[in-house]
């Protein structure tokens, strides 16, 4: 299988996820991003290649990322250390100082025992899949060995939190004065960067899941959990509630009265706002296969195009950069601004709702209306191969719920990328048959 997943690679800290494996997925990342001939001119020019690296709150983020910069500064890399801040963050110091990638350490919104290390290549864009099979294969090769003076160098990165709030505050197409935010930091990345933001922008903030120890990252709070969220901002009297997940590429919401504003109403929130402004390039907007029937209704109402791809925000970004699009994600919650980022970012996302809230002078509930959300069910069926999703009968009774559904209802089907199971999505107009149509195809599949 595999080393690079949909995000990286991701395991059991100490399981299959070594301090010996980042170690040598360091090294391996510096002989291949170090080609390339922006590269070969500073070497030229005897400058080393610089890096970002920084972490989620997880305990074991310390040891990997101590293993992946003695990887880096080994093999001749400068390693400018950023310590504890988000995935975005991350992407965004990597563009802002100009450094040659950069490396991330986290496990996104997965339980505090596991982590992960993302790679970005240089403007802080994601790596696409010929890069990491390079780097994967470079892992077993011959490693750069520099000595004396010409070993890499770590250096505490002083002022990254600052330069990140900075950028998201020049972002705000409006101050946020006036609202109640609660800001649900999910015990993890965000917990000191998002409250600090969001009061600079002019709110009143409640903060919870900012506590982070090391092992409650996303345990009980953010997005992958919001109860505690919906009742906080009923019990204060908020506006608006924001969650994110543990490295805070995602954002999710609730509005006044505790209800659930996922990343498929956040886009059609933004999409209309930023045609209205001028801001939407070519009136369109880019999401995933997984995007509920509703979004592409309401984007069609109001004159938007929408472009699809398969699951996962390097897709969507993929998209967004070959057609010069302004904005796109998923409905998890990641959502890319391209004018400021290049991946989800979940501080930038909640702090333009926001701002959407404060100059429309709406509420979220009022802003969300633009979308009818369409009950989606989804059944993973497991132990079955992926080619099953193709077998004719399967086909045949897709058609049929196709058929019965109309242009009020979607199927998807999902051969998973990792496991022996095929998921099954089913929309339609209310839950119960929604619930039917996917029961029913998933026994076709099972066969």
Do not use: W
Not at 294 to 318: F, K, P, W
Not at 335 to 358: F, K, N, P, Q, R
Not at 397 to 410: I, Q
């Amino acid at each position: 299988m595999a080393l690079f997943g949909t995000d990286g690679v991701r395991g059991l800290a100490n399981g299959p996820l070594t301090a010996d494996l980042a170690l040598s997925l360091a090294q391996a990342t510096a002989v291949v991003l170090g080609q390339g001939r922006i590269a070969e001119a500073r070497k030229t020019a005897g400058k080393r290649l610089t890096a970002v690296v920084a972490r989620d709150p997880r305990l074991s983020g310390q040891f990997l990322s101590a293993a992946v910069e003695a990887g880096l500064a080994s093999s001749g890399v400068d390693v400018l250390d950023a310590g504890t801040l988000p995935t975005p963050a991350a992407a965004f110091l990597i563009s802002d100082v100009d450094a040659d990638f950069g490396v991330m350490i986290s496990a996104s919104h997965n339980p505090a025992a596991d982590n992960g290390i993302k790679i970005f290549a240089r403007g802080g864009v994601k790596l696409p899949d010929v890069v990491e099979q390079r780097i994967e294969e470079a892992m077993s090769g011959e490693k750069l060995r520099p000595t004396g003076g010409d070993v890499g160098r770590v250096i505490r990165f002083a002022d990254a939190e600052d330069r990140y709030v900075l950028h998201l505050l020049a972002s705000l197409p409006h101050r946020l004065d006036g609202l109640h935010v609660v800001v649900d930091c999910a015990h993890g990345a965000a917990s000191g960067v998002s409250p600090e933001t969001f009061r600079n922008a002019g709110a009143k903030v409640t903060v919870i899941g900012n506590d982070p120890n090391g092992l409650n990252i996303n345990e009980g709070y953010g997005s992958t959990h919001l109860e505690r969220l919906s009742a906080e901002v009923v019990r204060v009297g908020a506006d608006v509630g924001i969650a994110h997940d543990g490295d805070a590429d995602r954002c999710l919401a609730v509005d006044a009265e505790g209800r659930v504003i996922d990343g498929d109403q956040i886009m059609a929130i933004l999409a209309v706002a930023m045609r209205d402004r001028g801001r939407l390039h070519h009136d369109t907007l880019v999401a995933t296969v997984m995007s509920n029937l509703g979004l592409h209704r309401a984007m069609a109402a109001n004159g938007i195009r929408v472009e699809t791809t398969s699951v996962g925000d390097r897709y969507v970004l993929e998209r967004m950069t070959e057609g010069g699009y302004s904005l796109g994600g998923e409905q998890s919650g990641h959502v890319i601004l391209s004018a400021y980022a290049t991946t989800g970012d979940g501080l930038l996302t909640g702090l333009h709702l926001c701002a959407e809230m404060a100059r429309q002078r709406k509420s979220l509930a009022e802003l969300a209306a633009v979308m009818t959300v369409f009950p989606q069910v989804l059944v993973n069926v497991r132990g079955v191969d992926r080619t099953r999703a193709a077998d004719p009968d399967v086909q045949a009774a897709v058609r049929v719920a196709e058929a019965e559904l109309g242009d009020t209802g979607r199927v998807l089907l999902r051969p998973s990328g990792t496991e022996l199971m095929v998921r099954v999505m089913v929309e339609a107009a209310d839950a119960a048959t929604a619930q039917r149509v996917a029961d029913d195809l998933a026994d076709v599949v099972r066969g």
